[in-house]
């Protein structure tokens, strides 16, 4: 039988004479030099700072292994189709070469981590190979790769966790925990910033950032309001508030370990710079002043928009009567949920939602719609953040102490009976400005917990709390910038049990934040008593990319949560159930929002009975930058077709159309 060898080029492909030659592939990798030919910086790896060369074992051809030109040939796929197979379908190829033993291929990726310093052999997500075929594979690429010499295997999944725990110590292993302790350079938010340089220690006060600045803090703020770049010295939770309000102006923020003492920044304090946020590292520069001036007004939506509020609807309305157009009078939270409690499936709280006609029938018994309409035209508040701070919270203790109308009250205090004699409650901001295409608004409203058996007094004092909180500095300062009329929003309160026993809480985004074209599901989990969403600087959560892509669920652990001690919050069956959750509300909700979101923000809770119980639901936009949008694949356009129907012609006749089937593990 002729030898597949003479299916491939010489590893050097043809070049101009007096340039670097670009190379298919290399047969072993002896210097660093050689890896730098091959290596790949791609921006959409979950973790930054890295360099890949991806990597082929033929089991079929004597283990013969291909380390390959990744900037190329970013897909295994598509450099086996291109020289070694070029019957092979795409389908069935991912599932025999990934999840079955009696495949052809060995496919992985070497990485080099160059925070920490890590050189690891991985696989895909969804690759199932056993402890023993893990061990022979490193070993293989060790002896083939002469410039590095500790090799270590990092998992990335469940199973490929469970196979690195019967290795014995044949292999070294690199775990999330260890890999996530070296990492210096976080991307949260991509994107080009330009802005004042201004070092914030300790905590941050809303009023003292403007929107022209790029904010370097030495903590991860509670709150962030509208500015031009963020940076943190130290980790973020990626899902949590202020990395979701980043997202949703477009403003770029990333994580710099020690940030705030660096000189990187120390000494461009005060001055104008370029800050450019990428996948794979940071850069700051001087800026030139009519550059940052048309990015700012970029930036600001042109024209002051008012929501929507139907002022009529009175009374109490069951979560599960509401539907889409509910939002116009209890707003998008509650409306959101009710559609939740139509998909078969998932389980909510329940609850009911108290509409917008109650929130402004207070205003106008305490008398206060003249002084706010007063207010927002005052020279002092509108140019001065420190006045605005003041007056804001004057308004909302005239709110907090008008008495709650007793109808209403008794209403709620009747309503709330058949759960709270069993457990708290919490009232829930539902606004007509959050939880809508284009503006998402995480965080900017009170919620407020209710004890079990609550008084009267109690229950006003929630009432008023989350009705005041519509004039939170965050709040105003978040509207203001995106040119809300304050004096159309109106407060709609979603009021549900709590859901008591509680052991971890969630938010995940029913799309891939970090490559355009792959469907998956990003996840994040963490324990009850902190929160994924209000995460404190460096407290990681468990953080998982499943793949949908490929019809079955592939997880990849990007991070195990970092009060976990390196235990698991989710158990295998519980990532596939709630996947399958997150996909129902991803088909049912999405095409609601069609061409204004790709994506549902998710927030759950898990209990102690290892249920899920949905929060809520929101539409979500992910912006993909160049360095992680998709790309055209080598073959994709006519001519590589046809190439590809000749070289399959080609093969027939080299071949007498006979296929290989030995497979090999030694080498």
């Known amino acids: 039988m002729p030898s597949e060898r003479a299916a491939l080029p010489s590893p050097r492909t043809a070049g101009a004479s007096r340039a670097p030659r670009r190379l298919e592939y290399l047969e072993r990798i002896r210097t660093l030099d050689e890896w730098s030919r ?200 990626p899902l949590a508030h202020v990395a979701v309000l980043c997202r949703n102006r477009h403003t770029p923020d990333m994580s710099l370990r020690g940030a705030i003492d660096l000189d990187v920044f120390t000494r461009w304090e005060g001055q104008l710079v370029k800050l450019s946020v990428a996948g794979q590292d940071y850069t700051v520069e001087l800026a030139d002043p009519a550059e940052a001036q048309a990015a700012w007004a970029a930036r ?129 901001s539902s606004t007509n400005a959050e939880d809508l295409d284009g503006f998402n608004g995480a965080g900017l409203y009170d919620s407020i917990e209710v004890s079990a058996m609550p008084s009267p007094q109690q229950v006003a004092d929630a009432l008023r709390g989350v009705w005041a909180s519509v004039w939170l500095e965050r709040a105003f300062e978040e509207r203001d910038w995106y040119r809300i009329d304050h004096l159309g929003v109106a407060m709609g309160v979603l009021v549900q049990p709590f859901v008591e026993g509680a052991v971890a809480t969630g938010v995940a985004i029913t799309g891939n934040p970090y490559k355009q074209g792959l469907d998956a599901m990003f996840i994040n989990t963490q324990w009850t008593g902190a929160t994924v969403t209000g995460a404190q600087g460096d407290q990681l959560p468990e953080q998982y990319l499943v793949a949908t892509w490929t019809g079955t669920f592939e997880p990849e652990l990007i991070s195990r949560s970092s009060l976990a001690g390196g235990v698991p919050i989710l158990r295998d069956e519980e990532l596939v159930d709630l996947t399958t959750q997150l996909l129902q509300v991803h088909r049912s909700l999405l095409a609601e929002h069609a061409g204004t979101a790709n994506a549902m923000d998710v927030e759950f809770a898990l209990t102690r009975e290892r249920g899920f119980v949905m929060l809520q639901a929101r539409p979500y936009r992910i912006v993909y930058s160049l360095d992680r949008a998709g790309r055209e694949r080598p073959g994709s356009g006519w001519v590589q077709r046809w190439q590809g129907r000749l070289r399959r012609l080609a093969y027939q006749l080299r071949t007498g159309w006979r296929r290989r089937t030995v497979l090999s593990w030694q080498a």
Not at 58 to 76: I, P, Q, S
Not at 340 to 355: K, Q, R, S, V
Not at 380 to 392: E, K
């Open 38 to 237: 091959l290596h790949a910086r791609p921006g959409h790896h979950t973790v930054a700072r890295t360099e890949t060369v991806k990597f082929l074992i033929d089991l079929h051809n004597g283990a013969k292994t291909y380390f390959l030109d990744t900037n190329k040939w970013e897909v295994h796929f598509d450099f086996v189709h291109r020289f070694l197979d070029p019957y092979a379908d795409y389908e069935r190829f991912n599932i025999r070469e990934y999840t079955q033993d009696e495949r052809r291929f060995v496919l992985g990726s070497l990485m080099h981590y160059l925070d920490g310093g890590h050189w690891t052999v991985e696989l895909s997500g969804g690759d199932t190979l056993s402890a023993e075929r893990i061990a022979w594979m490193v070993e293989h690429i060790a002896a083939r790769v002469g410039c590095v010499a500790d090799w270590m295997f990092r998992p990335v999944s469940p199973q490929q966790i469970m196979q690195a725990a019967r290795l014995n110590g044949r292999v070294p292993v690199l775990s999330s925990d260890a890999l996530n302790a070296s990492v210096v350079y976080q991307p949260v938010v991509l994107g080009v910033a330009y802005g004042h340089v201004r070092l914030i220690r300790g905590a941050l006060q809303v009023s003292a950032v403007r929107p022209s600045d790029i904010v370097v803090s030495e903590l991860v703020p509670e709150q962030i309001p509208p500015v031009a770049g963020l940076v943190t010295s130290q980790l973020q939770a």
């Open 300 to 428: 600001r939506p042109a024209a002051t928009w008012c929501p929507d509020a139907d002022l009529l609807p009175r009374g109490l309305f069951e979560v599960a009567t509401l539907d889409v157009a509910a939002a116009r009078f209890v707003g998008a939270k509650a409306a959101q949920m009710g559609r939740l409690a139509h998909i078969d499936g998932l389980t909510i709280a329940g609850g009911f939602a108290i509409p917008f006609s109650a929130y402004r029938d207070h205003l106008e018994a305490a008398g206060l719609n003249a002084e706010i309409d007063a207010m927002l035209h005052e020279d002092a508040f509108v140019r001065d953040a420190g006045v605005r701070s003041v007056r804001l919270a004057a308004l909302r203790a005239a709110i907090q102490q008008h008495p709650v109308r007793g109808e209403l009250l008794a209403k709620v205090c009747e309503r709330l009976q058949p759960w709270a004699l069993q457990g708290r409650s919490i009232f829930r």
